[in-house]
DNA sequence: TATTGTTTGTAAATATTGTTACAAATATTG
DNA sequence: CAATATTTGTAACAATATTTACAAACAATA
């Protein structure tokens, strides 16, 4: 039973001020309730004493009862509507590794979604369609992979992107084919790299653009990067998830090839050739 | 400019605890901060004082004007017709390749998980954890960054696990170190490459066990794995999505770790040793 | 390693809010 | 119309919330 509904349904026992204060409540329900006990009174023109006595007799124990069912309620109307499958696996307890893993993947994944600002989704993708602008992937021990992920797709619907090598020893060598204006794609999870960051800096310096996917707490490439994307990895384990670092990795280059499709349409007709001359793939 | 908005553009400037704080009030957003300061601390675990300070660093006066801003938006949400709340991500609109992406991913995620057998799941966790057997990892042209990150995990946790080569030439070659009862991991997802599909018919001639990841239409590996994934890789674009591949290697990885905790704690000491000589990484 | 600056929390002080007691105002009844 | 009951608001009080001051913990730097 709602708030509202109780207001509604004890309406004809409350006096005259009472009604006043119920009215301007369902009126402009329920913000009105959100607000101090005199803010309320003061918007129905009644005393405090008067709410105190309406909210008590509406069975609340005081004002921050009625406070807290308001709140309670407004919880379950703003609530995600995105299903919270407690149950992902057919016939597997709850605490099996598959469900507890797919709950936390999802909840990264709503919550990384939430703090992403979609311009800066949008200005990456513009950023990185620009062809006059080439292309340098980076990542660390364990990002490694996503930036091997991201080279092996962009390398199909662009020109001129390049893997650093695997050494950090060779980054400042290979620094020196970045001209100013190209973009420098970072990998940087914690533990955060140090040579990671001196590299960054030395990008910045010579106004490399650079994109930084990072966690959410943030390696400290951020303040030399241009755009960042910050990916909750929380996991149940030691260990940290990547799943939503991927997620945007692949929905960029999907929106990428949105932008690009005319040049990707022919690259990747052009690939599929060269696949089926070699013969490496099965038909 | 929401509040919402205006704590991700100031997120990058805030300490840690602060973070903290911002990310409880936007995973839950705007209830989190529509209780008292106390609460809001509580549910963020930092102290009033924190929330004080983060409220005014991010412009407003004190608590109560931060709440009023929140209540203010909250009037202008709730008197708005549009359904907002069927969006992953805030102020995006459902056709917005986030928005899209993120339902693909994880309709993928569910069926995934309806159809995988979890007696295969528990199954292969035991095989990849028999330390006597040695693992061999490898993948195809795309999903080469997969098996780079599964190898990346396992080498952590175990000894013993082995790359094949990145060219196929060699493959051959390599499988002279592979023994009866050993572990070929192979990805294997649309189209399916020839040269996979002879290592693994040369591999299962060997009695090698061959764990595969593919995906819904299945490699034509199938008929050689000992075990195999299925992962459903629909995607909003012409591109496949691995997001599903991703989590269940990351799954695989955590329920290994629980099983093999007393040996992993003491390898990732070493490990942690070995990086804080090398001065490799920021503490 | 000592020094400095930054971050964070504890605890006291201040302000505000919620609650109660009581009296004035209003309505009700004989 | 007076007496009584009911309703309502004023003002004091108590409880709680917000803010500030300060000190401990921590990280950065020399």
């Given at each position: 039973m709602t708030v509202a509904e109780q207001i509604r349904s004890q309406f004809d026992q409350l006096t005259p001020a009472e009604r006043e204060l119920a009215n301007t409540l369902i009126a402009n329900y329920p913000m009105a309730g959100l607000g101090t006990i005199m803010e309320l009174a003061t918007a129905a023109k009644v005393s405090t004493p008067t709410v105190m006595r309406t909210v008590k007799k509406l069975g609340f124990g005081g004002f921050p009862a009625f406070q807290n069912a308001l709140h309670d309620e407004l919880k379950q109307t703003l609530s995600?509507?995105?299903?919270?499958?407690?149950?992902?696996?057919?016939?597997?307890?709850?605490?099996?590794m598959l469900n507890q893993f797919a709950t936390a993947v999802t909840n990264n994944l709503r919550q990384s979604l939430k703090q992403l600002d979609h311009k800066t989704f949008d200005d990456v993708v513009t950023l990185l369609t620009e062809k006059e602008r080439s292309i340098h992937i980076v990542g660390g021990r364990i990002t490694h992979a996503f930036a091997d992920y991201l080279q092996t797709h962009l390398q199909v619907i662009r020109k001129n992107s390049h893997m650093l090598p695997?050494?950090?020893?060779?980054w400042p060598h290979h620094l020196l084919n970045v001209n100013e204006g190209d973009i420098l794609v970072i990998f940087d999870v914690r533990r955060y790299e140090a040579d990671l960051l001196e590299l960054a800096k030395l990008a910045n310096k010579r106004n490399v653009k650079i994109i930084l996917f990072t966690d959410q707490?943030?390696?400290?490439i951020t303040s030399y990067a241009t755009h960042y994307f910050s990916c909750r990895i929380e996991a149940p384990s030691g260990w940290d998830s990547g799943v939503v670092t991927l997620f945007l990795i692949e929905t960029l280059i999907s929106a990428m090839e949105e932008v690009l499709w005319p040049e990707t349409s022919s690259r990747l007709k052009e690939l599929e050739d060269i696949f089926d001359f070699t013969g490496r793939f099965k038909r």
């Amino acid at each position: 039973m709602t708030v509202a509904e109780q207001i509604r349904s004890q309406f004809d026992q409350l006096t005259p001020a009472e009604r006043e204060l119920a009215n301007t409540l369902i009126a402009n329900y329920p913000m009105a309730g959100l607000g101090t006990i005199m803010e309320l009174a003061t918007a129905a023109k009644v005393s405090t004493p008067t709410v105190m006595r309406t909210v008590k007799k509406l069975g609340f124990g005081g004002f921050p009862a009625f406070q807290n069912a308001l709140h309670d309620e407004l919880k379950q109307t703003l609530s995600d509507p995105i299903d919270k499958h407690d149950h992902w696996a057919n016939d597997v307890p709850a605490e099996h590794m598959l469900n507890q893993f797919a709950t936390a993947v999802t909840n990264n994944l709503r919550q990384s979604l939430k703090q992403l600002d979609h311009k800066t989704f949008d200005d990456v993708v513009t950023l990185l369609t620009e062809k006059e602008r080439s292309i340098h992937i980076v990542g660390g021990r364990i990002t490694h992979a996503f930036a091997d992920y991201l080279q092996t797709h962009l390398q199909v619907i662009r020109k001129n992107s390049h893997m650093l090598p695997a050494s950090s020893g060779l980054w400042p060598h290979h620094l020196l084919n970045v001209n100013e204006g190209d973009i420098l794609v970072i990998f940087d999870v914690r533990r955060y790299e140090a040579d990671l960051l001196e590299l960054a800096k030395l990008a910045n310096k010579r106004n490399v653009k650079i994109i930084l996917f990072t966690d959410q707490w943030l390696s400290p490439i951020t303040s030399y990067a241009t755009h960042y994307f910050s990916c909750r990895i929380e996991a149940p384990s030691g260990w940290d998830s990547g799943v939503v670092t991927l997620f945007l990795i692949e929905t960029l280059i999907s929106a990428m090839e949105e932008v690009l499709w005319p040049e990707t349409s022919s690259r990747l007709k052009e690939l599929e050739d060269i696949f089926d001359f070699t013969g490496r793939f099965k038909r």
